[in-house]
């Protein structure tokens, strides 16, 4: 697939998405763009707030959305130029300068209270105000971005920086080219090109750890003046720090209390106390002086650890007014190879050893979980029930990845992805933060969903890891059905939302998520022992229209609830992030009709099914085992064997379990026996175990 291609294929997704929606194709554009950035971790979350008007002097003034980064408290707005036209002009640099003035122009009327005052308070352009004001002492930057279904201009290589009063202003245009390069790219996220050389004279100094280095990666040790890193931080703020990193860190306390007494009172000793920062790096340019050796360009540049030391650096200097030109900072700087393949893995161990001091645990680096790997298998390999008169069966496609299933089509003919796209629908991919959203909502914690994507996310990986370790056999096949059949009902409700009269063009995703949580507490409470059966919408890949019917009251309900003027927040976005909200949604007196009672299952048929689904995937997963230890070879099993018995790993059932391995294929381990054998690999490779094949080539470790 190259550009063209995914620009003709993105244009039929608006207009589908448009059509089912019904919110116009501008907005579905600017959805589905900003879902595509959210992906690429350039955007950390996004709310749809469209407002169109004039301002002093007759000024045009126009925002589409928005998300405030409260990490690093960055006000993104957007606008969109959208046409709808395959081949209109390229955009130039007049006009998006133009474009990038009315969202100035709408920043600049925030803070002018002659202007805005026709917009209704219970509107998302009313809570963006809000927001905008409220945080006014606390935004360090605002970054506008411009969303265009064309092609920008070639002479337009960067858009001027501004300033609204002393906070800078960023721009970016992000184009169908740009969104494709970045978010279909084989690292799925932006890369971050570092000039060191713009930041401190020379770059880097830098010492090489040659006897640490490997074919896979290169070790540097380098001293960085803790004003360039604030600098640095300044310019690119959270897309700086590694996925996972930013993602634990956004949930805790950013700004370290101790980082920032040291660098007010004892700046000069910043260096002795601070355990310095470690990242990782691609192709980066090393120049040799009389002074020594200066890193002086990096690729894809990310911190891994030390996230709380770069963002409490650029908060003293930002809010305390600290002098940093005391302060140095030791950076280990790792080089790895540009083949994402290869990396992957270990940029991610690298990430967790690294984090391993702040408690970080494995939900926090979930993207490798072997939950994420089950429901990945299981969606390959299952088929969804044909329906509309079709004579085919399709797939449910869940990316375990950023961008895999662009990415499964990049290398296909053009019979090929036809018949991949006929088999796996658009609009049957699944994302992680999808099932996180619809799961977490389902049990009944619509003002965590509200939060927004990454903080829900994490919620979701700290309660499936914790059940993970009682017991994974609960993820099973039926877990992805029920899944599915949530993802179902929630683009259902997202569609009936819409197209109600009372439906004012705001929080749709915040009166889906709770209306679908009260759907749920009503059956409980009106219908003792019983659930929504939602094998029913598996089967039929639709909504019954009892159901249906059912939410057609709710959501009214909910709309009028999380907008009552009595409400205890002004500013409803962040109302549906309180408790107190969905407490007060939870006592609306709605009655189900009792022909729901025909879509619900007992309790104790849901006991049983999901008894039988448990013992369905213990088999499953025994199978598995089985496989892996014999794939392994008697030749890995014979290394393992002679690292336990000298480090004394063994237990007297691994013991057995290891007579029987050594005769493979003449022998075949029980599943009991697979298991204590990959128990023991566990525990061997935690202490430092590697199987080094006839080669002499490390593959496992």
């Known amino acids: 697939m190259d550009v063209t291609e995914f620009q003709k294929d993105f244009f039929e997704e608006v207009k589908s998405t448009a059509a089912v929606d019904g919110e116009g194709s501008s907005a579905a554009f600017v959805s589905l763009t900003a879902g595509y950035l959210i992906n690429a971790e350039v955007l950390s979350d996004f709310t749809p707030a469209f407002y169109v008007g004039t301002g002093k002097r007759n000024r045009k003034i126009r925002v589409d959305g928005y998300v405030l980064d409260d990490f690093d408290y960055t006000m993104n707005l957007v606008i969109a130029d959208y046409s709808g036209d395959l081949n209109r002009d390229v955009l130039t640099k007049t006009t998006a300068e133009q474009l990038f003035d009315r969202l100035i122009f709408f920043i600049e009327e925030v803070f002018d209270n002659r202007y805005l005052k026709d917009i209704d308070i219970s509107t998302s352009p009313a809570d963006l105000i809000d927001l905008i004001r409220t945080n006014r002492d606390r935004i360090r930057k605002y970054r506008l971005l411009l969303f265009t279904d064309g092609f920008i201009s070639g002479r337009i290589t960067s858009i001027p920086a501004k300033n609204i009063g002393d906070i800078p202003v960023e721009c970016q245009i992000w184009d169908v080219d740009r969104i494709f390069r970045v978010c279909f790219s084989e690292m799925g996220r932006q890369n971050i090109e570092i000039d060191f050389k713009a930041y401190t004279p020379g770059g880097i100094p830098c010492i090489e750890a040659s006897n640490a280095n490997t074919e896979e990666y290169k070790s540097y040790l380098c001293i960085i003046p803790g004003s360039a890193l604030a600098d640095i931080y300044d310019d690119y703020g959270g897309q700086l720090l590694e996925g996972n990193v930013r993602s634990f860190l956004s949930t805790k306390v950013a700004v370290n209390k101790k980082i920032r007494e040291t660098i007010l009172r004892i ?10 920062v470690s990242a990782t790096a691609m192709d980066l340019i090393i120049e040799i002086s009389e002074s020594g050796k200066f890193i002086t360009y990096a690729k894809d540049f ?3 650890n030390g996230g709380q030391t770069t963002a409490s650096l650029s908060n003293a200097r930002h809010r305390d007014k600290a002098d940093l030109s005391p302060v140095f900072v030791q950076m280990k ?9 290869k990396t992957g893995d270990l940029i991610r161990n690298i990430s967790k050893s690294s984090n391993s001091q702040n408690k970080v645990s494995d939900a926090d680096f979930f993207s490798t979980h072997p939950f994420h790997v089950r429901m990945e298998q299981i969606s390959r390999r299952l088929f969804a029930p044909a329906v509309g008169g079709a004579q085919y069966e399709t797939k449910w496609f869940y990316e375990r990845a950023r961008g895999q299933y662009l990415q499964a089509q990049m290398r296909m003919k053009k019979s090929e992805k036809d018949k991949f796209v006929v088999q796996h629908p658009k609009r049957q991919v699944i994302t992680k933060t999808d099932l996180a959203k619809v799961r977490n909502t389902w049990d009944g914690l619509p003002q965590l969903v509200s939060k927004g994507a990454q903080t829900n996310f994490m919620k979701f990986a700290e309660i499936v890891d914790e059940d993970w370790e009682k017991s994974n056999t609960k993820y099973n096949e039926k877990y992805f059905k029920e899944s599915v059949a949530l993802m179902i009902l929630f683009k259902h ?3 009936l939302v819409t197209h109600q009269s009372w439906y004012e063009q705001g929080y749709r995703a915040n009166i889906v998520t709770y209306s679908i949580a009260l759907l749920r507490q009503l059956i409980k409470k009106q219908f003792p022992g019983s659930d929504l059966d939602l094998q029913v919408i598996w089967n039929r890949q639709e909504v019954p229209d009892i159901v249906t019917s059912a939410l057609t009251v709710i959501t009214k309900a909910v709309f009028l609830s999380i907008t009552d003027p009595a409400r205890e927040t002004i500013n409803v976005t962040q109302w549906c992030k309180r408790d107190a909200c969905w407490a007060k949604v939870k006592a609306c007196d709605i009655s189900l009709n009792q022909n729901i009672g025909k879509v619900l299952s007992a309790k104790d048929e849901i006991k049983s099914a999901d008894r039988d689904a448990r013992s369905d995937q213990k088999v499953a997963s025994d199978l598995e085992a089985q496989e892996k230890v014999i794939n392994a070879g008697v030749s890995f099993w014979k290394q393992v064997n002679d690292f336990s018995m000298l480090k004394k790993l063994h237990s007297p059932d691994s ?3 290891m007579r029987y391995a050594l005769q493979i ?9 697979s298991q204590k054998m990959l128990e023991l690999l566990e525990r061997a490779e935690s202490e430092g175990f590697r199987y080094i094949d006839e080669d002499r080539e490390i593959i496992s470790s």
């Open 333 to 341: 700087l790792t080089e790895i190879d540009s083949d994402s393949d």
């Open 302 to 304: 990310q911190i891994i």
């Open 493 to 495: 409700t997202e569609t």
């Open 655 to 657: 013991i057995k379990a």
């Open 665 to 673: 294929p003449d022998t075949i381990l029980s599943p009991y026996q």
């Open 267 to 276: 700046p000069e000793k910043f260096f002795a106390y601070n355990n310095g």
